[in-house]
């Protein structure tokens, strides 16, 4: 963690950056330096840094990509500079700050865990062959299904087969729903 403390302003919000990706971290200490209002007071990965090194800061303002994985970040990294500052100064006067990207995704990830909490108190977990597993996991890799078929040495229509039924299995009407849904059963799948 590095400190920037160096003699801040009593009418200066204190922020500390909270963010996996370094360049998005000196990005924003060189935007907020421009800032005479906002102080960085220190700025590290999340990996790096204990809620008691934070604490000790006294900062205002925690600014963070990781508290939702890749949500968060994806919508950070996307807003422009002074959506960042506004965001910080609303946040620091006590108001909400939820841009419609970050708020459709907050959406999706609430739907997501309740969807999984439900999968698991269901009764029965789909039971999705080997080469139904391999298939799911060829799909979350974002393969088509001529990839998929040449990579198992299948025809496109057996690929397409399989899928369909696999859709069927566990209830979805989207690839990724389907991914996501056998993921929250509890079956490896790796992207």
């Given amino acids: 963690m590095s400190s920037m403390n160096a003699s801040v302003p009593a009418s200066s919000i204190r922020a500390f950056l909270l963010i996996e990706n370094r360049l998005l971290r ?9 800032r005479p209002d906002l102080m960085v007071v220190g700025q590290t990965s999340p990996a790096d840094e204990t809620p008691l090194g ?22 950070l990294a996307d ?9 910080v100064r ?51 890799k974002g393969l088509t299904n001529k990839e998929i078929a040449s ?5 496109e229509f057996t690929v397409r087969n399989h899928i369909h039924r696999i859709l069927k299995q566990v209830d979805a009407v989207s690839r990724s729903e389907a991914v996501e849904t056998i993921r929250a059963y509890g079956y490896s799948i790796s992207s």
């Fill in 26 to 34: 000196e990005a924003l200490v060189r935007l907020f330096r421009k």
């Fill in 54 to 75: 934070i604490l000790e800061t006294q900062c205002n303002v925690l600014v963070g990509d990781s508290f939702l994985p890749a949500y968060f970040a994806a919508s």
């Fill in 79 to 87: 807003a422009s500079a002074s959506d960042v500052v506004a965001a």
């Fill in 90 to 140: 609303a946040v620091f006067r006590g108001e909400a700050v939820c841009p419609p990207q970050l708020c459709c995704t907050l959406f999706r990830f609430v739907a997501q865990v309740a969807r999984e909490i439900s999968l698991q108190n269901s009764a029965s977990k789909p039971d999705l062959t080997l080469r139904q597993q391999q298939l799911v996991t060829l799909v979350a």
């Fill in 151 to 155: 990579q198992l040495n299948l025809s």
